[in-house]
Structure formats: structure tokens, C-alpha cells
């Protein structure tokens, strides 16, 4: 049986409210572990409500990338592909009038070497490489090389990880790739043998201890198999109050096959929130029930509740982690729905902004006087310029890479 998750535990066509935290709120607990019991009950129902909001919001936020975040992103690649030829028919062609200088033509080319790096980030382009090697004297292959040598070199001084020969990356990404699993790998064999140390650590204890240790796992067995017991009897008086076959009005019967899906979901899923809830709607216990609980059986209930709400945090984690990643946004620890729509509306009209001031220049380009004037406000890397030190160059490209990957010197 495939188990259910947390989520579809609670998301049926029931429009009642779930009863156990109205019941609550309204006793007051007399011992810690009846405190415990309503806290626990309090957390799961937030957590619930937070999984559900995330789980709203997913397909929100994979809707508004298709239809928001996706052509803007196609516009900018088309806008700024297009950018990058006209200043190569600028460079390339004779100009009809007064023809640009040495420095207007240094910054073209190094807008045009920014222009190619930002696009070939995008994937391989034989065009756009073609581009990159007629503005450069360095080569997009010997860019790689470079990048793929002081990346092995990185991973070997900082991390101890020789990738070898033993891969077939073709660039950095592939090659961090390649790096991640041999640390993986290095990770687990050293777990592996942390794992037989202690192995070997406890059969050597094993006979002075092994009398209590039984001891001592009779008890977890008995108390496992108390607690199972204790979710077990709600589940058998659910099952036997809602028993479809039971039933020979044909309406009840269908409103008795539902809400058994209900039960055998959440007994799968060791929901006993929710066991209680059924509960609870058909009359089956009462405030007083809840109040009346043994001590012991009580205890049973909060280690169930406890298991339970560690589930819903580590699924609720799982469906926000994503989100962290994409936005940038790992510093927050409490992340919600709100905050990355607002990560998203920030980047939609960012790109719009960029879009629009891309398509100006693309009609200013194409005047000499408006071209002289952006020009004249365009500030020329020194470093860009200086055709000195291939070395230093390669240096000065990891350092800032990626946000001035591609800019290498410009042919005189």
C-alpha cells in the first residue's frame, strides 16, 4: 500500500472543522502530560495548515515562471542576442560617417565580450563562440581549459579531492558534479568504517552486557508494541462504528465507505490526530472522553503525536527547501508563500526594466550620436584593457566569475 502523505490525511471533501483544537481550548490541563498533549495537538494543526499553504502555493509558483518569468527570460536572450550582432556589424562594417574611436571601440568590444559570456552562460552556442573568438585572444575552449584546471586545482588544495582522470566533464559544473560524488563516496566509506569500529567496540562489550541489554530491548519492544496497542483499539472501534457492509441504507453506506477511507488513511500513516477527530465527529468519544484518559494511555498518545509532528516538519522542510534555492532566500528561517512571491515580483520587474532600457539601446546603437553619448557614460575596465598578463587575466576572471565571466582583452 502506497502510504499517504500528511497532506492528504486532511484534504477530503468534509467541510467541518477539524473539533480536537475547539474541544481543547476550552479545558484546562491538569498534568504536564495533559499540557503536552494539547500543545502537540496545537503544533500539528499549524504545521498542517503551513503544509497545505506551501502545497497551494507550488503550483501558483510554477504557473507564474511559465507564464511570467519564462517569456521575459526568452525576450531578454532574444533582445540581447540581437545586441551583440549589431555591435558586431558595428565593429565590423565601415562606418558611413565619422567612424568611432579607439575607446568607443574598446568599450563596444567589451560590451559585446559581456554580452557573449552572459549568453553562452545559457548553453553552447556555435554562433555565439564563434563571436566570443573573433573579439578575443583567448578562445572559449582555452576559457574552459583554464576554468576546468584552477577548478581541479581548487578541489584539490581546498576540499583534498583529486577528480582524476576517471570523467568525461567537459566543463566546470559537469566537473563540481564529478568532485560531489567522489566525496559522497569518500564520506560513505568512512561512515562505513566509523560504522565497523563501533561494530567491533560493542562486540567487544557484548558479553559483559548482554543480559541487560535484552533487558532493555524487551522494554522498547513492550512499550512500541503498547503504544501500536493504543492506536490499534481506536482504529478497531472506528472500523466497527463505520463498517460499510453493515449498513443497508445505500446513501449511509457510500457516507460510511468515505469516511473508512478516512480511517484506514490515517492508521496507515500513524495519524492519531486525525483517528481522534473521526472520532470526535461521529460522537464516538467526547470532551469528557478526552479528559479521562489514563495516564499511561496518554503517554502513548503524546510519543504518537510526537512522531507525528517530527514527520510533518521534516515534509513541510522538504517542500520549502526548493524555495530556499531558488529565491536565495537560505538566510530565512521562516520563509513563507509571501515572501517568495515578493522574490518574484522583484525579478519580474527587474527583467522588464532591463528589457526595456535593452531595446532603447538597441534603437540608440544604431544612431552615431546616441551611440557616442551611451558611450561616453559607459565606464572601460581597466583590467579588460590592459593587454599585459594573460595570467593575471585568467585570475581576474575566476575571481568575479560568474558576473564578468568572458571579458578577456580585446584585439587592437
Known amino acids: 500500500m502506497t502510504r499517504p502523505t500528511s497532506a492528504s490525511l486532511f484534504d477530503d471533501d468534509s467541510d467541518q472543522d477539524f473539533p480536537l483544537v ?73 562606418a558611413t560617417g565619422r567612424p568611432l574611436g579607439r575607446v568607443q571601440r574598446a568599450k563596444l568590444s567589451q560590451l559585446l565580450m559581456e554580452l557573449v559570456a552572459g549568453l553562452l552562460d545559457d548553453g553552447d552556442d556555435e554562433a555565439l563562440e564563434a563571436l566570443h573568438d573573433k573579439y578575443s585572444d583567448v578562445s572559449r575552449d582555452e576559457v574552459r581549459r583554464s576554468e576546468m584546471e584552477m577548478t581541479e586545482s581548487l578541489l584539490n588544495e581546498v576540499f583534498g579531492i583529486d577528480v582524476g582522470d576517471d570523467h568525461d566533464a567537459t566543463n566546470t559544473d559537469e566537473l563540481l558534479q564529478h568532485a560531489q560524488r567522489k566525496l559522497e563516496e569518500r564520506i560513505d566509506a568512512e561512515e562505513r568504517r566509523a560504522e565497523e569500529r563501533r561494530s567491533a567496540r560493542e562486540a567487544t562489550h557484548a558479553s559483559a552486557s548482554t543480559a541487560k541489554g535484552e533487558a532493555a530491548q524487551t522494554r522498547r519492544e513492550q512499550a512500541a508494541k503498547e503504544v501500536s496497542q493504543s492506536l490499534r483499539d481506536i482504529y478497531r472501534k472506528l472500523a466497527s462504528a463505520l463498517h460499510p457492509d453493515r449498513e443497508q441504507d445505500a446513501d449511509a453506506r457510500q457516507r460510511k465507505t468515505l469516511m473508512m477511507q478516512r480511517v484506514n488513511q490515517a492508521y496507515d500513516a500513524n495519524d492519531l490526530l486525525t483517528l481522534l477527530g473521526l472520532q470526535l465527529e461521529i460522537e464516538q468519544i467526547d470532551a469528557a472522553h478526552l479528559s479521562s484518559v489514563t495516564p499511561q494511555r496518554l503517554a502513548h498518545y503524546n510519543k504518537i503525536l510526537r512522531e507525528q509532528l517530527a514527520g510533518l516538519e521534516s515534509e513541510l522542510e522538504c517542500h520549502i527547501e526548493p524555495f530556499r534555492h531558488s529565491t536565495g532566500l537560505t538566510w530565512s528561517s521562516t520563509l513563507t508563500p509571501a515572501a517568495v512571491d515578493q522574490h518574484v515580483n522583484a525579478g519580474v520587474a527587474q527583467l522588464r526594466i532591463v528589457i526595456r532600457e535593452l531595446r532603447q539601446d538597441l534603437v540608440a546603437f544604431r544612431n552615431p550620436v546616441l551611440l557616442r553619448d551611451r558611450l561616453k557614460h559607459h565606464e572601460l575596465d581597466p583590467d579588460i584593457d590592459d593587454p599585459r598578463d594573460l595570467d593575471d587575466l585568467l585570475q581576474h576572471f575566476q575571481n568575479f566569475a560568474p558576473a564578468r565571466r568572458g571579458k578577456t582583452r580585446r584585439r587592437g
Open 22 to 94: 475547539k474541544i481543547l481550548a476550552h479545558s484546562k490541563p491538569v498534568t504536564k502530560a495533559e499540557r503536552t498533549f494539547q500543545q502537540l495537538v496545537g503544533k500539528i494543526e499549524r504545521k498542517r495548515e503551513e503544509l497545505k499553504q506551501w502545497q497551494a502555493y507550488e503550483l501558483r509558483y510554477n504557473q507564474r515562471l511559465v507564464a511570467e518569468i519564462e517569456p521575459l527570460r526568452v525576450q531578454l536572450h532574444t533582445n540581447q542576442r540581437q545586441m551583440a550582432e549589431l555591435i558586431d556589424e558595428l565593429l565590423s562594417q565601415p
